[in-house]
């Protein structure tokens, strides 16, 4: 069994940075590919950034040249340091892997507030 447990998230001024740590217990964390995801308030979840196993990633665009995503499979664990933070950036932040087309796995979140 696969848990995720996510930390860093706080509250910050436009402009500041963030890092936030995705630690993974159980499963091969090596392996898998790991994603962020975040939810505004009143809005679905949306995909922020993933990273393959072999270090290859991706990041939706309005992120782009702001967020790392990076992973240390020493600790099992996956970052997003976020710099530049607009207060469109606001929400709870989510990890998320799945190791198997029927294994989806969340973290329980953590709050992103970026105040203008």
């Known amino acids: 069994q696969v848990q995720l447990v996510e930390s860093g998230g706080g509250l910050v001024q436009a402009g500041g940075s963030l890092r936030l740590s995705c630690v993974q217990s159980g499963g091969r964390f090596s392996a898998n590919v790991m994603a962020w995801y975040r939810q505004p308030a009143g809005k679905q979840r949306e995909w922020v950034a993933h990273?393959?196993?072999?270090?290859?990633?991706n990041y939706r665009d309005s992120v782009k040249g702001r967020f790392t995503i990076s992973r240390d499979n020493n600790v099992n664990t996956v970052y997003l340091q976020m710099d530049n933070l607009k207060p469109d950036d606001t929400a709870v932040y989510y990890c998320?892997?799945?190791?198997?087309?029927?294994?989806?796995?969340w973290g329980q979140g953590t709050q992103v507030t970026v105040s203008s």
């Open positions: 990273i393959q196993a072999d270090g290859r990633t």
């Open positions: 998320n892997t799945q190791p198997t087309p029927w294994e989806n796995y």
